[in-house]
Nanobody, 120 residues
Framework: QLQLVESGGDLVQPGGSLRLSCAASGFTLDYYAIGWFRQAPGKEREWVSCISRSGHSKVYANSVKGRFTISRDNAKNTVYLQMNSLQPEETAVYYC?????????????WGQGTQVTVSS
């Protein structure tokens, strides 16, 4: 059974950093591109970043460009999202998803999410 499990969410102060992990089980992660999304309370799910199967291609939403870094370690079957200079408006549940190309909201494989709270 294909499973994605996110971890690393926490309470962090404004300007702080977190690293999220997306670990795969039941399948080999390097067959898929992986995307990160986030959903704040009362808002629609928002695409954040995507990394290609090889890791050579990375794209970011304008709102996080220069602050967030996506990476993958296929040997560990894990994708990471390093988040720096976090702001309160980035409080959300963060999800990872897998697909043949960059995942979209319609992709089939999702994790359960990890809560990131940015607050003083």
């Amino acid at each position: 059974q294909l499973q994605l499990v996110e971890s690393g969410g926490d309470l962090v102060q404004p300007g702080g950093s977190l690293r999220l992990s997306c670990a795969a089980s039941g399948f080999t992660l390097d067959y898929y591109a992986i995307g990160w999304f986030r959903q704040a309370p009362g808002k629609e799910r928002e695409w954040v970043s995507c990394i290609s199967r090889s890791g050579h291609s990375k794209v970011y939403a304008n709102s996080v460009k220069g602050r967030f870094t996506i990476s993958r370690d296929n040997a560990k079957n894990t994708v990471y999202l390093q988040m720096n200079s976090l702001q309160p408006e980035e409080t959300a549940v963060y999800y990872c998803a897998a697909d043949d190309g960059c995942p979209t909201a319609e992709s089939n494989y999702w994790g359960q999410g990890t809560q990131v709270t940015v607050s003083s």
